[in-house]
């Protein structure tokens, strides 16, 4: 559609060589589809104005709750400090961490990364054969956009009938919750796959194989991190959520709730402010790789 | 190759797009097919190409009805920015028809990188098709559809959306790759000069519905064809007449 015009626009002087980041600014994400952080918001003024917000807010909070002076409401350097305490003021050659992070973390990121593995690599594998054929897409829609619609968690306690209380449990409510994003996204982006291009594909005679390389899931790329991108967060909600359940004795939201049943509220507030931070770093994280995917001259819609 | 269309028909439907082709393009023929905008010459290309089936009649190659993609085929669509692969270096752009070859990878870049250089793009193998000017993309498109040799090359106005000076020194190269190659060649075009200065026959189709083919002309013109000479020969000037009216006469305006 767009593509055409947009590249009859491009640079008629062909022997400048163009430099990598206008790869990076030539990539515009999908409008449907959330976006990623654009060009602008790199621009260093912008990351100043942002982290002075940040401390901004920080400080107005420890003022607030210094002059409250409230248990339950401790200020972010109590907070700060608390986190510092249980999880990085471990050795050095364990990078700081102690072995209660180790304890901690790690089951639950462990959890996570199963449940979202499987979720993207199941969740693109049948949104590919869902949006090639236009049958499996007519019949199957009404299903995903239900499966979408339900409230991941209402699923846990399903879940915990079926499987019981433990780690299976909690890797399938992350696997089930995330892998409708991915799903739906990806045979979205397959199914809008340019039909010239698919001609193209026939005439050129490629393989189904070479056809998924080459043509079908690069061209649904930025719709299947469009999908990826929520499914993380979704596998980080359901981690917690299926942490806080009984049958659980590690990970996050365990701390979570042993702290509260021991009315720590300093650790509780110390837990969630390292789950924002770990879904940040996830974030983060995901968004790199969609950059060196996509950010080279990737200009389809 | 030897093309044949008997009796082809084609319809969307109920809307009859083509009717009654009778075509036969003997082997290493540059045919090119005029006519208005709509009556059926990417259909019929397509048709050609095996990318659809044909409602009425045959489409043979070399005497084998046409079922799917015929081999030895290769095509030239008219947007060239869509149908290069964006994701794609140029030289793995050109490459990718070279896969179900079975040659390494370094004999597929070599043989992308010699193909790159006939065309005139030699350099530009690492950069990315939307770094590239329309003309150049267009070179990608005819480079990565020679790179197997077809025996039959399908064009669809290649030229159309590309200014003049561009699009005269592509006719050139099709020319030059035509002589050497021997490949035979369906060229689509609206524009009755570029026809009959590319082509050694002209057919003229009729505006659809039911689409004919209403002139079927043979191109000779002395010595070899060059922009400037060519287009001012007398013969030139006679035979884009004659299309012309053909083209004009079919659309329904006064022919005298
Ligand atoms: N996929 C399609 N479905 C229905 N009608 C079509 C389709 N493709 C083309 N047509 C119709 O067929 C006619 C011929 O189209 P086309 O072959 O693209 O003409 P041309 O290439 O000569 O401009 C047009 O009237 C067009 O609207
Ligand atoms: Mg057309």
């Known amino acids: 559609m767009s593509e055409g015009q947009k590249d009859s626009r491009a640079p008629d002087d062909a022997r400048t060589p163009t430099p990598a980041r206008s790869a990076l600014s030539s990539h515009r994400p999908d409008r449907s589809a959330p976006s990623a952080t654009s060009a602008r918001d790199a621009h260093p003024s912008h990351l100043l104005l942002r982290l002075l917000v940040l401390l901004l807010a920080l400080a107005a909070w420890q003022l607030a709750a210094d002059a409250h002076g409230s248990v339950y409401f401790p200020p972010p350097s109590r907070i700060a400090h608390r986190a510092y305490e249980l999880w990085f003021s471990g050795p050095v050659r364990h990078l700081f961490l102690t072995s209660a992070a180790f304890e901690d973390v790690l089951p639950s990121l462990g959890r996570m990364a199963a449940g979202f593995g499987i979720a993207a690599l199941g969740g693109i594998a049948a949104g590919v054969v869902v949006g090639r054929s236009r049958w499996a897409y007519a019949v199957c829609n009404p299903v995903l956009q239900f499966a979408r619609a339900v409230p991941p968690p209402a699923l846990v306690p399903?879940?915990?009938?079926?499987?019981?209380?433990?780690?299976?449990?909690?890797?399938?409510?992350?696997?089930?919750?995330?892998?409708?994003?991915?799903l739906i996204n990806t045979a979205e982006g397959v199914r809008n796959t340019d039909p010239l291009r698919i001609d193209v594909a026939a005439v050129l005679r490629l393989g189904p194989l070479e056809r998924l390389r080459f043509l079908l899931l690069p061209s649904a790329l930025p719709r299947i991190f469009a999908g990826l991108r929520l499914s993380l967060s979704l596998s980080l909600i359901l981690m917690v959520f299926s942490e806080l359940l009984p049958g659980t004795a590690d990970g996050i939201g365990f701390t979570l709730t042993d702290a509260q049943s021991r009315s720590d509220l300093l650790t509780v507030w110390a837990a969630l402010l390292l789950l924002g931070v770990l879904g940040h770093l996830l974030n983060t994280a995901l968004l790199a790789v969609e950059r060196r995917l996509i950010g080279r001259g990737r200009t389809t819609p | 190759m030897t093309l044949r269309l008997d009796a082809l028909g084609q319809r969307y439907g109920d809307h009859l797009v083509l009717h009654g082709i009778d075509l036969t393009v003997p082997d290493g023929q540059l045919l090119c097919v005029?006519?208005?905008?709509?009556?059926?010459?990417?259909?019929?290309?397509?048709?050609?190409?095996?990318?659809?089936?044909a409602s009425e009649g045959t489409v043979t190659v070399d005497g084998t009805p046409v079922t799917g993609v015929p081999d030895q085929l290769a095509v030239v669509f008219q947007d060239y920015g869509r149908s290069l692969f964006p994701w794609l270096t140029v030289r793995d752009n050109v490459a990718l028809p070279l896969r179900r070859r079975g040659l390494a990878r370094a004999e597929r870049r070599a043989e992308a990188e010699r193909i790159l250089e006939r065309v005139g793009l030699d350099g530009a193998g690492c950069r990315h098709p939307w770094q590239l000017s329309g003309g150049m993309q267009q070179r990608v498109a005819i480079a990565r559809a020679l790179v197997c040799r077809p025996s039959l090359l399908l064009m669809d106005e290649p030229f159309g959306s590309l200014d003049a000076q561009t699009r005269e020194d592509l006719e050139d190269l099709l020319l030059e790759v035509h002589r050497t190659d021997g490949a035979t060649i369906v060229f689509v075009t609206h524009d009755i000069d570029e026809s009959v200065y590319v082509g050694d026959r002209v057919v003229v189709l009729s505006p659809g519905p039911g689409s004919r083919v209403v002139l079927d002309l043979p191109v000779q013109l002395p010595g070899k064809r060059d922009q400037i000479g060519t287009r001012g020969l007398p013969e030139f000037v006679e035979l884009r007449a004659e299309v012309g009216r053909a083209v004009r006469g079919a659309q329904g305006y006064p022919t005298g």
């Open chain 2, 34 to 53: 005029v006519g208005p905008s709509g009556c059926g010459k990417s259909t019929l290309l397509r048709t050609v190409a095996g990318l659809q089936p």
């Open chain 1, 158 to 182: 399903v879940l915990v009938v079926v499987l019981d209380f433990g780690t299976p449990m909690q890797i399938t409510s992350i696997a089930f919750s995330a892998v409708w994003p991915v």
